[in-house]
């Protein structure tokens, strides 16, 4: 094969590695192991574009340099099948979300016969060295059975806070026969039930259940969720964009929902100090601490009539500051203080609230709203009237619903009290601080600190005590206690979807059951449509096969009226359950006796280097940390942490192509044009214009508009008028954006891999720019990246075929081998994959001017450059004579006695006047070195005829004679 034929190979190398298996790792080797993840895709139907192979190119390099390094490498992949376009897709075509997955994964046609390429069949074009063997799908039973395993292990889990981890519900229920509520320390609600031995023996099995549901780390509540009824289900805040669904842009509302909840909050302090040993970038670990948000501080207790309202700060000390109280407009007690004369406006602003989300209220800084219910608390130690207000700026589900206010110490608290100052139930500000002005202009002086000037705390600053005295005082009266907060809450696990992981839960007496994990996997039901019913149960409530029978042990039909048989859950879980713990089923995928062996955990141990998006910096880290540190309590796992080392790949963006559309005046009416960019728009009554997208298939390197292909595209302008240029072409702008279907700039990798192949796309990718960092992409510039595969194809071929001799290489060639091997294992061990890329096209240059065809050098060269081009590198090994795949070579061995210069070139010079350079040896003396410059021959020639009156050498510089 003389011409460099990127099909032929690719298509050769990649069912080679299929057929042979090549890169499936061994759950017991001798040698070191490397656990290399990439965070798994949801396969959508639009299959990938150019931009989300980036992380996998780059883990795959890894990987790949790993095996040259003699590691036992997994790298495994798989597919975060559950999801919700799928399901929307379902309710759409009444499709099956498990048929439109499968062909979404493994390719297929649609239903107009469209081709359907997989993500399986594009990721195995880009040649990437997964154990395919380990693939795991979440929406599979054979995975999810474990995912409701791991359930059923957090509703039988506790937390206890004096062991700071998880432990067996049963040792719970042991200690409460035993001494019961006395001395257990749990994470749990405040206030819980306190109870003896006696009492807890005498209750009923039910009230016994009951008891237990407070304690357990899953558990039933009723909550505020986001509600999208154009969907049908509650959505996490990360699924809302402006306070609409990121999925259709259905409105979302607020609504209470009894949910399943999982107790993160417990583990909230190890989430937070297990960051501070992991290798991620320091702008995600800040990510987590804020989220996980840890304040110290007082809880205080407000007396309300015969309620009670908890309170949390972080100033406990400005307590006498206190003027008003503010509520969540969902707070439990707003209904319950509400007055007859304010309920009408209470009522209307809880109405208003309930269409904003979290995340609005929570970004909106500018906005002061509020009511008054016209009920007063009673100050803890003051014994003053507290006016109680409720307002949208405080969040039911963060700290208690509720926040005592102190204008003089709060920069919101003085707004707010600014804003309604002279309405009913809102008092003038207390100043307790000592020569402080509270105006507006000179709030930043409260930043100082200053000395109280109220009661006992009078002449303290918080420095100085003030706030552990205020704590003691408070702690005196019985109206608080000292506390450490977090801003991290219980993470909502229900979801009111079809395409789920259904819950492994009946319930008995109105009370979960939880079915024998010996009896999983709790298969989805079939039914016959995707969306709620009719009277609002989720999807799962039209399954008319959907009722456990604790007799049979299995799923029975909802007309079975017999004793033993309950009804299912009809929620399912949400999108992160499967995610949370995948890494480990890798490590024992084809298992089918357990989730994984502990040998195989134990010999993975966690992975070691993980590469996804910082779009996952919250949810996913944060629930699979969750989930890993419960596994490590509860003994099936030995490590705490996940993911050692993480890498957050940038974005790769579309280069967007755009149509100028003019509305113009012709003969009193307004008509559009297109005009090209570059030509202006000379004797038009231009009205209006705007920027339309085209798709970039129909435009050419050169911005040209293909533009019969765009009035095909878009019919609707089949009749508009094209201004073109003087050539009779038309021109689209451009711009960066995000690479999507919407803005029609996504670029398929199948169609690069076609016209450049697989090998030219990898190097690509990585040479665009940092792994890190955000770049654009742009077709144009790969043309330069193929010629360099050509001409590297060369390097080993002359005009008759294959051509490396086994002659002894050059010192030049041998020194431009070993600068690469060095430069391309610190750029891998760094992950600077880019100036690797570089490293390659210089190597290749230079040995291109050497005229180098040593197998000394070549074949090195091609281990090299495997790991980036491993199809190419594949094919040159063969050729090379080798029967095994590259991938069992080692990695090339750098010798820095090649980058010694042995010689060093002079500027040779006669009365200073330089007339010629020698190559001489650097490590002769002076003397030998003016012999050898004497013996030359140019030099006798420039002397012939003169006297040297004087020889200058500088070693390593220059030599000159003076002569006369």
């Known amino acids: 094969m003389l011409l460099y034929d990127h099909k032929e190979i690719e298509a050769k190398w990649q069912k080679h590695w299929a057929t042979n298996k090549t890169f499936k ?44 390094k003699g590691f036992n490498v997994l790298h495994p992949m798989g597919y975060d099948s559950f999801g919700l376009p799928a399901e929307q897709y379902a309710i759409q075509t009444g499709q099956h979300p498990a048929e439109t997955t499968k062909t979404n994964i493994e390719g297929g046609t649609d239903k107009s016969g469209n081709k ?11 040649g990437f060295s997964f154990d395919w063997d380990r693939e795991v799908r979440t929406s599979s039973p054979d995975y999810y059975k474990y995912t409701q395993e791991i359930f059923i292990m957090l509703f039988d889990s506790w937390y206890d806070n ?6 067996p519900i049963s040792l719970l229920e042991s200690r409460f026969r035993e001494s019961g509520t006395n001395n257990i320390n749990a994470a749990t609600e405040e206030d819980l039930r306190q109870f003896t031995a006696a ?3 005498a209750f009923t099995e039910k009230e016994q259940r009951e008891i237990l549901l407070d304690y357990r780390l899953t558990f039933l509540a009723d909550t505020e969720v986001n509600w999208c009824p154009g969907l049908g289900t509650v959505l996490a805040n990360d699924e809302i ?13 607020r609504k209470k929902m009894r949910q399943w909840m999982m107790r993160i909050s417990a583990f909230a302090e190890r989430l937070l100090t297990g960051l501070e040993g992991l290798d991620w970038a320091e702008s995600i670990k800040e990510i987590q601490r804020n989220w996980i948000g840890k304040s110290v501080g007082a809880m205080v207790s407000f007396q309300l009539d015969d309620h009670k309202i908890d309170v949390f700060t972080t100033r406990p000390d400005t307590i006498y500051g206190v003027t008003f109280m503010t509520l969540a407009p969902e707070h439990e007690l707003v209904d319950q203080i509400t007055t007859a ?26 906005t002061i709203s509020g009511v008054f219910t016209g009920a007063y608390a009673t100050h803890p130690l003051s014994g003053e009237p507290v006016p109680v207000w409720i307002g949208d700026y405080v969040l039911a589900g963060y700290g208690t619903g509720a926040v005592m206010a102190v204008p003089c110490g709060d920069e919101r608290d003085y707004a707010f009290a600014n804003y309604f100052a002279g309405q009913e139930g809102m008092p003038a500000i207390k100043n307790i601080f000592d020569g402080v002005d509270i105006s507006e202009e000179a709030y930043g002086a409260k930043d100082k600190t200053p000395l109280c000037n109220s009661d006992f705390l009078n002449g303290m600053s918080y420095q100085t005590g003030a706030m552990a005295a205020a704590i003691e005082k408070l702690e005196e009266v019985g109206s608080g206690k000292g506390k450490t907060n977090y801003r991290l809450r219980d993470a909502v696990f229900s979801r009111q979807r079809y395409w789920g992981e259904p819950f492994p839960v009946y319930y008995k007496d109105g009370l ?23 009277d609002g149960a989720p999807p799962l409530g039209r399954a008319t096969t959907w009722s456990w029978c604790t007799q049979e042990n299995k799923v029975v039909s909802n007309d079975d009226d017999r004793d033993c048989v309950y009804p299912l859950e009809l929620n399912t879980m949400p999108g992160w359950a499967g995610s949370s713990w995948y890494m480990f089923r890798y490590m024992d995928a084809n298992n089918e006796n357990e989730m994984f062996s502990a040998a195989a955990q134990e010999y993975w141990n966690n992975v070691d280097l993980y590469i996804g998006g910082s779009e996952h910096a919250t949810g996913h880290l944060l629930y699979s940390r969750f989930w890993v540190k419960l596994l490590h309590d509860l003994g099936k796992v030995t490590v705490e942490e996940p993911f050692q080392k993480m890498i957050n790949q940038g974005m790769i963006l579309g280069e967007s192509a755009f149509v100028k559309e003019l509305e113009i005046e012709v003969d009193g009416k307004i008509e559009k044009r297109f005009i090209s960019q570059g030509v202006k728009a000379k004797d038009l009554n231009i009205k209006s214009g705007r920027k339309l997208h085209a798709d970039v298939s129909l435009v050419n390197l050169q911005n040209e508009l293909d533009m019969e292909a765009f009035k095909a595209w878009r019919p609707d302008y089949a009749s508009t008028e094209f201004i073109t240029a003087e050539d009779g072409t038309f021109k689209v702008s451009r711009e960066v954006e995000k690479m999507s279907k919407s803005k029609y700039n996504v670029v398929s990798p199948d169609d690069i891999c076609d016209q450049y192949g697989a090998d030219t796309l990898r190097l690509y990718e990585m040479f665009l720019g940092p792994l890190e960092q955000a770049k654009p992409w742009n077709t144009a510039g790969i043309t330069g990246v193929y010629g360099f595969m050509k001409k590297l194809w060369k390097l080993y071929h002359n005009d008759a075929g294959f051509s490396v001799s086994d002659e002894k290489a050059s010192p030049d060639s041998m020194k431009t081998l070993h600068k ?18 570089s490293s390659f096209m210089i190597a290749v240059n230079e040995l291109t001017a050497q005229k180098c065809n040593s197998r000394e050098v070549l074949e090195p060269l091609a281990v090299l450059v495997s790991p980036y081009a491993p199809h190419i590198a594949e094919e040159l090994w063969s050729l090379l004579g080798h029967k095994e795949s590259i991938s069992e070579a080692p990695f090339p061995v750098f010798d820095e006695k090649h980058l010694v210069e042995s010689s060093k070139t002079y500027p040779i010079s006669f009365n200073g006047k330089m007339k010629f350079t020698l190559d001489l040896p650097v490590d002769v003396s002076k003397d030998e070195l003016e012999k050898m410059v004497l013996a030359n021959e140019k030099v006798q020639q420039q002397l012939e005829g003169k006297q040297i009156r004087k020889t200058i050498i500088v070693p390593g510089k220059i030599v000159n004679f003076v002569v006369g």
């Open 25 to 68: 790792a061994t759950n017991n080797s001798d040698k070191p192991k490397f656990y290399a993840l990439d965070m798994f895709p949801y396969p959508s139907g639009a299959g990938l574009h150019v931009g989300h192979p980036l992380g996998y190119i780059a883990s795959d390099i890894v990987s790949r340099y790993k095996r040259h």
């Open 116 to 126: 359907i390429a997989g993500y399986r069949n594009q990721m195995d074009r880009i």
């Open 162 to 167: 004096d062991a700071d981890k998880a432990q």
């Open 199 to 201: 009492e807890w023996n």
């Open 241 to 253: 964009v402006n306070g609409v669904s990121e999925r259709g842009g259905h409105p979302v509302v």
């Open 341 to 366: 004369a304010q309920k009408d406006a209470v009522e209307a602003y809880k109405k208003a609230t309930a269409a904003r989300s979290e995340r609005e209220r929570m970004a909106d800084v500018k």
């Open 512 to 534: 979960p059951q939880m079915i024998d994990s010996k009896h999983l996997p709790i298969a989805l039901p079939e039914v016959d449509e995707y969306l709620p019913t009719e």
């Open 820 to 837: 690469t091997i060095k430069k391309v294992q610190d750029d891998i061990e760094n992950f600077s994959f880019n100036t690797s890329v």
